[in-house]
């Protein structure tokens, strides 16, 4: 168990819907990460926080947000969904606010399928 | 741009025989580098890294890694497999250079341990 804890961990939604992915890193780690994993796509960085501001922007599109609040939780919202969007996504945290040369820890995912 | 590549989607082996995962990379300075592991339906486990030092870095469940600067690899080995070792590999790289600050994976590789 690496601390890291997603809900909900499998959720199906129709084309055009939003939804909404939490996350809440280890105890201590200030750093939150967003990665999306696809068959095709492999994975894939979309965002991170640190200490609720935006630190780093990856393959994230226009139709994702994320957010980190005061409690260090974070959510990814998902609009506008479409068939191409079902993937797992992770959530990762780090107690640093640099990735570099820092460990960073993985949840165990949500699964998103997209009907 | 950093980038990191696994040249093999799959690798086979004879429980007992030794295992190499191979990983090069790209980046114009000096490397952070990661290895983790994903079982079925669970995160990304981490295994091991190298930030600076001794080449040779040993990491969880027997798995160890050699850096090559010259070679621009970072190939993860284990003398003795176990059926348990089965799981999908992603190496990882990562570079602090003013604001590009990210993780980058692999497309990973799909270790089969045959008993």
């Known amino acids: 168990d690496s601390g890291v804890t997603q809900t909900p961990k499998h959720l199906i939604t129709a084309t055009g819907q939003r939804v909404t992915l939490r996350c809440s890193p280890r105890?201590?780690?200030?750093?939150v990460y967003w990665y999306q994993q696809s068959l095709d796509q492999g994975l894939q960085f979309l965002i991170q926080?640190?200490?609720?501001?935006?630190?780093a922007k990856g393959n994230i599109l226009e139709r994702f947000s994320a957010q980190q609040f005061p409690d260090l939780h974070s959510e990814l919202n998902l609009s506008s969904l479409e068939l191409g969007d079902s993937a797992l996504y992770f959530c990762?945290?780090?107690?640093?606010?640099?990735?570099?040369?820092?460990?960073?820890?993985f949840g165990e995912g949500s699964w998103l399928t997209v009907v | 741009a950093q980038s990191v590549a696994q040249p093999e989607d799959q690798v086979n082996v004879a429980e007992g025989n030794p295992l190499t995962v191979k990983c090069t990379y790209s980046?114009?300075?000096?490397?952070?580098l990661f290895w983790y592991v994903q079982y079925p339906n669970r995160g990304l486990q981490f295994l091991l890294k190298?930030?600076?030092?001794?080449?040779l870095v040993k990491g969880s469940y027997g798995f160890e890694a050699e850096f090559n600067k010259s070679q621009t690899s970072f190939h993860l080995k284990k003398p003795s497999a176990l059926v348990s070792d089965s799981a999908l590999y992603f190496c990882?790289?990562?570079?602090?250079?003013?604001?590009?600050?990210?993780?980058?994976f692999g497309k990973g590789t799909r270790l089969h341990i045959l008993p």
């Open positions: 990762a945290s780090s107690v640093a606010w640099t990735s570099s040369g820092n460990t960073i820890y």
């Open positions: 105890s201590g780690d200030l750093s």
């Open positions: 926080y640190y200490n609720g501001e935006e630190r």
């Open positions: 980046v114009s300075g000096n490397p952070y």
């Open positions: 190298y930030i600076t030092g001794d080449n």
């Open positions: 990882a790289v990562s570079l602090l250079e003013g604001r590009d600050d990210k993780i980058i």
